[in-house]
C-alpha cells in the first residue's frame, strides 16, 4: 500500500523557490473578489475566516505571504536602522506580499511565481510589518516592472490607502494605529526578504 500523501504546509512545507529573492513563491490567501478576509491557520496550514470584510475596502491585488519567512528580529532592527526608532520586533507572521495582474484571478489558496518591485516599511503598533509588492511573473500588463518607481502614482497611491485604512472603523478616532514610514524600491525590498527568511531559519530551522 502506498504511503497516503499530505498537503503541504503553505508557510513551512512550500520552498521559496531557486532564485529567491529576485523570483520568489508567493501564496496567496485573498483576491480582491473576496468578501472575507481569510488568513493562513498557523498550526493546520489551511485558510480560515479571518473576518467578513464589513466596509467597502477591498484588498486592490493578490495579496498573501512568502513561504519560509517571519518578521521577527532581524526584521524590527533593519527597520529600526532605517526609521531611527526604537523597540520595533517583527509582528510574527510570514512576510506579507502584494502581487499585481492583470488576469483577476478569483480565488485564493494558490501558489503564484511574484518579482519584488519594492515595499512598504509598514509600523502597526510598533510592529514591524513590511508589505512587499510584487508583480506576476510572464504577466501581460505588470509582468515588464521591475522597480515600484515603475508604478503609476495613482496605482501607488491606492496599495497605500488600503493598508492605512483597512484596520479603521467608521466613526473612530484617535491617532491611527498603522503608519507607513517609507515607500522603497527593489533592492531595498529584497534585503528586507532576505531579512525574514533569516528570521524564520532562527526561529524554525535552529529550534
Known amino acids: 500500500m502506498k504511503a497516503p500523501q ?3 504546509h503553505p508557510w513551512h512545507g512550500i520552498s521559496f523557490g531557486e532564485k529567491f529573492p529576485d523570483l520568489l513563491t ?3 490567501e485573498i483576491v480582491p473578489a473576496d468578501k472575507v478576509k481569510y488568513e493562513i491557520d498557523k498550526a493546520s496550514g489551511w485558510l480560515k475566516v479571518d473576518r467578513p470584510q464589513l466596509f467597502s475596502n477591498v484588498v ?3 495579496y498573501g505571504f512568502i513561504p519560509q519567512t517571519l ?3 532581524e526584521v524590527g532592527k533593519f527597520c529600526m536602522a532605517k526609521t531611527g526608532k526604537q523597540y520595533i520586533n517583527g509582528d510574527q507572521d510570514p512576510m506579507d506580499i502584494l502581487v499585481l495582474e492583470e488576469k483577476n ?11 519584488p518591485i519594492g515595499g512598504f516599511r509598514m509600523i502597526d503598533k510598533n510592529e514591524a510589518d513590511d508589505k512587499i509588492i510584487a508583480v506576476m511573473k510572464d504577466d501581460a500588463v505588470y509582468g515588464n516592472y521591475r522597480d515600484i518607481n515603475e508604478l503609476s502614482e495613482s ?8 493598508f492605512l485604512t483597512y484596520k479603521d472603523l467608521p466613526g473612530s478616532s484617535g491617532t491611527r494605529k498603522v503608519e507607513i514610514a517609507a515607500v522603497y524600491g527593489r533592492e531595498e525590498a529584497l534585503e528586507v526578504i532576505r531579512h525574514s527568511a533569516v ?7 535552529l529550534a
Open 6 to 8: 499530505y498537503k503541504s
Open 71 to 73: 518578521c521577527d528580529i
Open 155 to 162: 496605482i501607488v497611491n491606492r496599495l497605500k490607502h488600503y
Open 105 to 115: 484571478i478569483q480565488n485564493g489558496g494558490i501558489l503564484i511565481q511574484a518579482i
Open 199 to 205: 528570521d524564520y531559519h532562527n526561529r524554525f530551522q
Open 60 to 62: 486592490p491585488a493578490l
Open 26 to 28: 508567493a501564496f496567496i
